[in-house]
C-alpha cells in the first residue's frame, strides 16, 4: 500500500532563519505532488505541484520554493522565514501523471510550523 | 475558473441523527467533485468522489454523497451521525485549467459537532 511521510510534525523557528520541510512517498511510482498551506482560519492554498523530477509548478508567488530531487521526494523551503509563513504545512500525492485522470489527492500528516 | 461554495461554518447535529454537510460548485466543464475529512492536527482523508454515473456516491466511514446537476451541489450525507464523526469536512472541485494535471480547488471547510 502507499503511504506519505512528512517531517518534521512541528517546528518554530525564527523569523530570517532559512526552511527545510520534506516529503516522500512510498509504495507507488511516477506520483503528482503537492504543497498546500492551511491557515489558522483553516482553507487551503495550494503552493506548488509537481509533475516529475525536477518540474515545479508555483501557484503563489511568495519566499518559499520547491524542489523535486527524486521522483518520491518533496521539498519545501525558504531562505529567510517570515512571520506570514506560520501554518499547517501538508504534502499530498496523487496517482495520475500525464494529465486527464481523476483519481484523489492523498495527504501527509502535515508540519505545523510557528515563526516567533 | 472552477470552485466550491461551503455556505456553513459550522454544523452541529446530535448522535443518531441524520447529517448533511452542503456544498455547491461551479465548473465551466463536466464536474469531478471530491469530498475530505480532517482531523485535529492531521492531514486530509479522502472520503469519496463522484466523475460520472449515479448521481449518489457511497465512501468511506458509512459516508454518502448527492450530486445534484441542476442544482450545482454535491452534499454530504449520513444517515446516523456519530460522536467521532466530529471534524473539518471539505469539498473540493478538479481543476481543468492545471493544464489536465488534477489539482484540486478546496471549499473552505464545515467543522461538524455531534454531540453526545
Known amino acids: 500500500s502507499q503511504t506519505i511521510h512528512q517531517w518534521p510534525a512541528t517546528l518554530v523557528q525564527p523569523v530570517g532563519s532559512p526552511l527545510s520541510l520534506e516529503c516522500t512517498v512510498e509504495?507507488?511510482?511516477?506520483?503528482?505532488l503537492y504543497w498546500y498551506r492551511q491557515a489558522a482560519g483553516r482553507g487551503l492554498q495550494l503552493l506548488f505541484y509537481s509533475v516529475g523530477i525536477g518540474q515545479i509548478s508555483s501557484e503563489v508567488p511568495q519566499n518559499l520554493s520547491a524542489s523535486r530531487p527524486q521522483d518520491r521526494q518533496f521539498i519545501l523551503s525558504s531562505k529567510k522565514l517570515l512571520l506570514s509563513d506560520s501554518g499547517f504545512y501538508l504534502c499530498a500525492w496523487s496517482r495520475d501523471r500525464g494529465g486527464g485522470s481523476n483519481q484523489p489527492q492523498h495527504f501527509g500528516d502535515g508540519t505545523r510550523l510557528s515563526i516567533l | 475558473a472552477q470552485s466550491v461554495a461551503q455556505p456553513e461554518d459550522q454544523v452541529n447535529v446530535a448522535e443518531g441523527n441524520p447529517l448533511t454537510v452542503k456544498c455547491t460548485y461551479s465548473v465551466s466543464g463536466n464536474p469531478y467533485l471530491f469530498w475530505y475529512v480532517q482531523y485535529p492536527n492531521r492531514g486530509l482523508q479522502f472520503l469519496l468522489k463522484y466523475i460520472t454515473g449515479d448521481n449518489l456516491v457511497k465512501g468511506s466511514y458509512g459516508f454518502e454523497a448527492e450530486f445534484n446537476k441542476s442544482q450545482t451541489s454535491f452534499h454530504l450525507k449520513k444517515p446516523s451521525a456519530l460522536v467521532s464523526d466530529s471534524a473539518l469536512y471539505f469539498c473540493?472541485?478538479?481543476?481543468?485549467?492545471?493544464?489536465?494535471?488534477?489539482?484540486?480547488?478546496f471549499g473552505k471547510g464545515t467543522m461538524l459537532l455531534v454531540s453526545p
Open positions: 473540493a472541485v478538479r481543476d481543468s485549467s492545471s493544464g489536465g494535471y488534477s489539482t484540486l480547488t
Open positions: 509504495g507507488t511510482s511516477n506520483p503528482n
